[in-house]
Structures are given as C-alpha cells and as structure tokens.
C-alpha cells in the first residue's frame, strides 16, 4: 500500500527487468521499478516501497507515450496479475526477452553471446491451453475468482470473461461455469479458498478443483455446464487428483506445454539439433516425448522422470530402444552415463548441483539445455564452464504478454580437468558462477537483475507474480 507521505516523482522509463517493470532512475540516484510502464515512457510515479539501493513506484501519470506502447486489448490488465507486457506491442516484447537471455547469461553465467532473435508464438492472444484461477467465498455469499492482483497477492481480480490469455472454449467454460455454480458457489465443495484448474483437451474441458471437503457430488454442475466434460478434486497439497464426475481421460495434472503451437516449433528445433546420437538421455523426460523421438531415430535413450504417473505414460508409449527411469535426474545420471547425447528439460529451478557434477565428471559430446528461466540457465552454463562450450542459442515465446521466455542452448565438450568439488580447473582456478539462494531460486550477484539494476519482483522467479497462470 502507498504511504500517505509518499513522494511523487517524474522519471523516464529506460528499460524493462525481466519480471515486466520499467525501470527507471530515481533523481537520488536510486533505481525504481514501475509496472505497466515501457521504455521510453515519461511518467509521474509515486514511490511504494523504499529501499536503500531501490525502489518500486505506482504509475500516477503517463505524461510522454513510448512509441512501443500499445492499448492493452484486457480491461483489467491495469491491476490483474495474469499477464505484464499487454501495454508493449508483440514485436518489442520479443525483443526485450532477447535481451533477457542474454542479458541473464552475460551477468550471472559470466556467457559473451549475442542476443537471441525469439520466435514468436503463432497465436499472441488466446494461447494458454491451461489456466489456474483463485475462488475465494467471501462474507454474504459473496465469490470472487479470478487471477490474484498485480503486487498484491492476498486480493484475487474478479474475472468473469475478460482473459485474452486462454484458449477461446476455456473462457467459454469458464463463464458458464461462474453462472452455473449458484449462489456463494453452492455446486463446488465446501472451502474458504480454491484453486480452480481449466484445461483443453481434445473433447473438451476438464475442470481440476484443488481443496475443499471431499465427497461432494459434481454431476449437478458437469450438467450445467457445456463443454465441460470431466471434474477431478485434489483435496489437498501432493494429494492425487480423483476423478470426481464425467469421463476420465488421463490425470489433469500431466505435463503438457501451455502453448500447443509455440511449443511445436519448440519440439521441431530441439530435434533439430540434437542430431542423431548412438546413446542419449532424456533427462526430465515428463512423458517421454523427446525420448521416444530418438529412440525411434535409432538411438538407444534413457529416459529419467521423477513423477510416477508420466513415467506410466512414457512405458505404455515406448518404442524399442527407450527405457525410462523413475527418479531424480540427480540420483540417476551418473549411472546412465556415458551419453553421446544429454538433453536437459529442467523445472524453472535448473538442475541440481549433482547433476552439474555428474555432467562434469565424464562429458557427454552434446549437451542440450531446454530452460524456462534465463537467469537459471545462465547459473547452470556457469556451472559447466570450462568442460562445455555454447555452441548454439535460440529463444521462443511460448508465453506471449509475460515476461516468460524459452531457451534453447546447444554445449559442446571441450575437455578440461575437473575438481572434485564440481568446478572446472582452468589455469589452476575453479570457476564458481551461479550462487543459489535457499529456496532454489538463483542469488544474482550482488542482487543486480539483467537489466543491472536490483529487482523486487523477482528477475529470476518470474512465476511470482503473473504466472499463476502456468
């Protein structure tokens, strides 16, 4: 909340952090974070939060309009936390993640590359094949659903059909399931607090709700509502999902890329450049997708994934040649080693420093790092240095209007002695880039974000904020 004595200052937007703010210069000299501001923007701001080195500000007044600023097509975009970059035209937003990449990789991986052009996503708006919204039951009977509020993640925005962010038959579902639930939500479980996921497939929409009591009967509202052709409830945290009412069609919680068509073009360059290896490993494999594609290209692949259920789904698919792992890449890489190939898929964390260690104690020819998060891409190539050149970047957008972006990096090998404690010795010194904070997001030197300044919002946890949506 804005102090009552809050200052106002008028600033000149000069670039953007990976986590959607402008930022901008403080006339103390100061560094500010400002959403729903873009470079080149002049703007009176009043200051929110105050801190030694930086600040974050509330957009008052936009007194001068980047030429890159657009009209954000979502009438709540101002104050909903689902999406950042609505107010920037496509072309300049895809400019801006390229930068993020290799902005990230320059600083925290201590990686000299050129910045990636990002292939942008076939569809800008109504992409999202997946959503996670919030429903609270408020005093009264009153219910508000929705995405939780930018900056301000205790309120929940009422979202009723405004979204440019899912697939069309989502948003369709979503309203009749809002006019369909009855007063105070009287046709979910009971339950303060829900998570609420909505889910394309191919036959329709599955609706997974996450918390409430169990056994209460979802048939009234699978009726009610078309197109909707299953519920499942996950009554609470690690919890399988059961299926509730309507047709089961696998579990609603298989991986499954939100953006089916950037995630194509995706999938058709990381087989590009995998090339075609004797032995492999698909490390974080999920269903085995990558997996059974080399495999059927004549490669002998090792499949490694954690979950249970994905592992069930990779076996039933298998060609000859896959054998998939159940377990963590970190307990079981060393042992599926030696690889001409590893393909890395990590979650937005990177890999763990065992996998790290094992990479560098017996070297595969190629390394492919498919990364969701710059910043955790760039610790990870640090990490690898010296045993592993960058031999190819590429970037996609599979999350148009965030500040989310996709990464492809190819590493070569190039030898080298490794120390035992996991650096590479180059010139009889250990290179130590990439630090981890304790909740496994990554310490950016100093706490400087790509665009060289700290940022709140989180430079290298991008979820935080706007991607309940993924």
Not at 87 to 112: E, M, N, P
Not at 408 to 417: M, N
Request: charged share 20%; aromatic share 4%.
């Amino acid at each position: 909340m804005i102090e009552p004595t809050a200052p106002t200052e008028h600033v000149t937007v000069r670039a953007l952090s990976s986590s959607g703010a402008g930022v901008a210069d403080l006339p103390d000299g100061r560094v500010v974070f400002v959403h729903n501001t873009a470079p080149g923007d002049e703007a009176d701001v009043q200051v929110e939060k105050s801190r030694p080195r930086w600040a974050t500000a509330t957009l008052t007044r936009l007194t001068t309009a980047a030429p890159q600023r657009v009209e954000p097509p979502c009438p709540l975009f101002e104050t909903c936390g689902g999406c950042t970059l609505q107010h920037i035209a496509y072309d300049d937003q895809l400019a801006w993640k390229g930068r993020f990449v290799s902005d990230a990789l320059a600083r925290i991986g201590d990686v000299d590359t050129a910045t990636p052009d990002v292939v942008p996503s076939p569809l800008p708006f109504f992409y999202r094949n997946r959503i996670t919204l919030t429903l609270r039951r408020l005093r009264n009977g009153r219910v508000v659903a929705g995405f939780h509020a930018l900056g301000r993640a205790g309120h929940i925005v009422d979202m009723v059909y405004e979204c440019r962010l899912p697939e069309r038959p989502i948003i369709a579902v979503w309203k009749k399931l809002r006019e369909a639930w009855e007063p105070g939500a009287r046709l979910l479980p009971p339950g303060g607090r829900l998570r609420l996921q909505l889910r394309a497939e191919s036959d329709g929409v599955v609706l997974l709700v996450e918390g409430g009591r169990e056994g209460w009967d979802g048939r009234p509202l699978l009726d009610a509502v078309e197109g909707l052709t299953a519920i499942w409830q996950s009554t609470g945290t690690g919890t399988p999902p059961v299926l509730v009412s309507g047709t089961d069609s696998g579990s609603p919680r298989a991986f499954r890329q939100v953006n089916d068509s950037a995630a194509a073009l995706l999938r058709a360059h990381v087989l590009d450049v995998v090339g075609q290896p004797t032995r492999a490993i698909d490390a974080y494999c999920g269903t085995g997708d990558y997996g059974r594609a080399l495999a059927a290209a004549g490669a002998a692949v090792v499949g490694i994934e954690l979950d249970a259920t994905a592992c069930e789904l990779a076996r039933a698919e298998s060609p000859p040649g896959l054998d998939i792992v159940q377990g963590s890449v970190e307990d079981h890489l060393a042992s599926a080693l030696p690889a001409d190939l590893v393909l890395l898929n990590p979650p937005r964390t990177g890999v763990d420093q065992g996998v790290v260690g094992a990479l560098l104690a017996r070297p595969a020819a190629t390394v492919v790092y498919v990364s969701c998060d710059p910043a955790t891409l760039a610790r990870d190539l640090g990490r690898l240095a010296g045993a592993y050149r960058l031999d190819d970047l590429a970037a996609f957008d599979l999350f148009p209007q965030t500040a989310h972006v996709e990464s492809v990096a190819v590493l070569r090998a190039v030898g080298g002695e490794v120390e035992a404690n996991g650096g590479i010795a180059v010139d009889g010194e250990v290179e130590a880039n990439g630090r981890v904070a304790a909740d496994g997001t990554t310490a950016l030197e100093d706490g400087v974000d790509a665009t060289g300044a700290v940022d709140p919002d989180g430079a290298v946890e991008l979820s935080s904020e706007k991607e309940e949506a993924s």
